[in-house]
Nanobody, 123 residues
Framework: VQLQAYGGGLVQAGGSLRLSCTAA????????MAWFRQAPGKEREFVAG????????YYADSVKSRFTISRDNAKNTVALQMSSLKPEDTAVYYC?????????????????WGQGTQVTVSS
């Protein structure tokens, strides 16, 4: 099973970026998906998640109303649309997949992880 995250880059504060994560090697529609991030010197943290069955979404308070997670089961892809970016959003962003269970902020429930994509927001 492979998750490939891409779309990161350098953006000015207030700008937007769209991250995508493509899955291969498993039944994507059976997996809840999530985005986590890890800033330098900090622990990895939950950003957003989307359930495999209901499509319900969840967000960290720090990104609520600025970020939107979505999925396209036909394309085996989950996306994270980020707007109104702040310097504190700078981090490596990871996508993760969990078979059948609900999306969660707990890292240990996820079965697969992508390699990460760097997002840098300049002030």
């Amino acid at each position: 099973v492979q998750l490939q995250a891409y779309g990161g880059g350098l953006v000015q504060a207030g700008g937007s970026l769209r991250l995508s994560c493509t899955a291969a090697g498993h039944t994507f529609s059976d997996h809840s998906m999530a985005w986590f991030r890890q800033a330098p010197g900090k622990e990895r943290e939950f950003v957003a998640g989307i359930n495999w069955n209901s499509g319900s979404t969840y967000y960290a308070d720090s990104v609520k109303s600025r970020f939107t997670i979505s999925r396209d089961n036909a394309k085996n892809t989950v996306a994270l649309q980020m707007s109104s970016l702040k310097p504190e959003d700078t981090a490596v962003y990871y996508c993760a997949a969990r078979g059948y269970g609900s999306a969660s902020k707990r890292e240990y429930v996820y079965d697969y992880w992508g390699q990460g994509t760097q997002v840098t927001v300049s002030s």
